[in-house]
């Protein structure tokens, strides 16, 4: 049976991935921040689109800046491991789950991240005890 990428792959790939959004998010952010005006439209909660349109969108780049450094931190986590591991991949859970608040189209997106983070940290649990991990074989 083939096995998939070791724990360590998978961190670096998702922090190293979270640097690079920063720097997207960055770049549209000062490119044309009205990219962002549509993004809360599909929200579940009046209260999520409203709060976008009254707060985020009257200084995308402050909170799209605050965004990519949260984005950043979280990839650094990644990228440093060790004792930043488990909370850097539980900010990123957060955010997937967090991000389904603006319209169940980003679960196409957020489903599969939840269920490969959810394994990593399981993977990263399982080697920190010294088990087998029983998604590895």
Known sequence: MMRGPDSTTTRLAIGGFYLVMAGINVGI????????????DQALFSFVWAGWLDIVMTAPGVWIGLLAAGEITMGAALLVGGRWTLPGYAAVLAFHVALV???????????????????????????RHGTKDPTRT
């Open 101 to 127: 608040l603006f319209g169940w189209g980003f679960l196409i997106w957020s489903g599969p991240v939840l269920l490969i983070v959810s394994l990593a940290v399981r993977g990263e649990l399982s080697s």
């Open 29 to 40: 952010v000062v490119g044309d921040s009205e990219v962002y005006r549509h993004f809360a």
